[in-house]
Nanobody, 122 residues
Framework: QVQLVESGGGLVQAGGSLRLSCAAS????????MAWFRQAPGKEREFVAT????????DYADSVKGRFTISRDNAKNSVYLQMNILKPEDTAVYSC???????????????WGQGTQVTVSS
């Protein structure tokens, strides 16, 4: 079992930056691939970024490529999402998730945090 708690969300103007954090507790964090997903009101959950257990591989949604960076610190049992050049369309609840499989597909992630709201004003 892995418990996940996100933090760092908030209100920011378009063009600004935020850094989300996800703290994990439980067993063997370094064995899990980690990912960020987001869901805007009235929309489906959307893949944002994923990182392999070692941090050696990452993948991003086209909509955030070049603006967002996912990273992890296995010594601190944490994963991060640095979000730059934020746009109003980035507004959503952002959730981190853990899986034994490195994948962009949310149904392969059994462990989820409660989410943190990111609002980007125009």
């Amino acid at each position: 079992q892995v418990q996940l708690v996100e933090s760092g969300g908030g209100l920011v103007q378009a063009g600004g930056s935020l850094r989300l954090s996800c703290a994990a507790s439980g067993r063997s964090f370094s064995n899990y691939a980690m990912a960020w997903f987001r869901q805007a009101p009235g929309k489906e959950r959307e893949f944002v970024a994923t990182i392999s257990w070692s941090g050696g591989s990452t993948d991003y949604a086209d909509s955030v490529k070049g603006r967002f960076t996912i990273s992890r610190d296995n010594a601190k049992n944490s994963v991060y999402l640095q979000m730059n050049i934020l746009k109003p369309e980035d507004t959503a609840v952002y959730s981190c998730a853990a899986s034994g499989v490195y994948s962009p597909y949310h149904h392969l992630y059994p462990y989820w945090g409660q989410g943190t709201q990111v609002t980007v004003s125009s």
